[in-house]
């Protein structure tokens, strides 16, 4: 994994660049993230957020309650609307960067697809991921991330 990860809109209002890889890569078919990517799913690395800075632009954001109750905050640039990246509130210490707002998507290998259950019948799944019929189960995304922080704080 090269570093920094760097990224932004498409308008290159908003930049942002990120000093530590993915911890977590996945792809979720949940209505939310069809509704927020414009197809057919979303793709996401996630990764820590005082790693992360963004160097340009504003963004504005869309709060939706995701079907485990949890609230995510979907960021997107707020000239061109496209979507950069997002949060949960209630734990942010990690930021979800979208994959289309890499400046090198090929980055991306996702481990998990979520929400396979309403994934839509005209686009095929990724043929190396664990599926995953609804939401996430800990090892999915909690467990890495605080398998990573536990790590950190013990460097
Ligand atoms: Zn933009
Ligand atoms: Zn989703």
């Given at each position: 994994m090269k570093h920094p990860l760097l990224g932004g809109c498409a308008c290159s209002k908003v930049r942002y660049e990120c000093l530590e890889g993915p911890l977590v890569q996945l792809i979720c078919h949940c209505r939310d993230c069809q509704q927020a990517s414009g197809g057919a799913f979303s793709a996401f690395v996630i990764v820590p957020r005082d790693r992360l800075?963004?160097?340009a632009g504003s963004l504005r954001y869309h709060d939706v309650t995701a079907e485990s109750g949890r609230l995510l905050r979907r960021q997107f640039c707020?000239?061109?609307?496209?979507?950069v990246s997002a949060h949960w509130p209630d734990f942010n210490s990690v930021e979800l960067l979208t994959v289309?707002?890499?400046?090198?998507?090929?980055?991306f290998k996702p481990t998990h697809e979520l929400w396979v259950s309403r994934a839509e019948a005209w686009h095929p799944f990724h043929p190396d991921t664990i599926k995953v019929q609804d939401g996430p189960g800990s090892e999915v995304v909690r467990d890495p991330l605080r398998a990573y922080f536990a790590a950190r704080r013990n460097r």
């Open positions: 800075a963004y160097s707020c000239e061109c609307g496209s979507p289309a707002s890499l400046d090198e998507q090929s980055v």
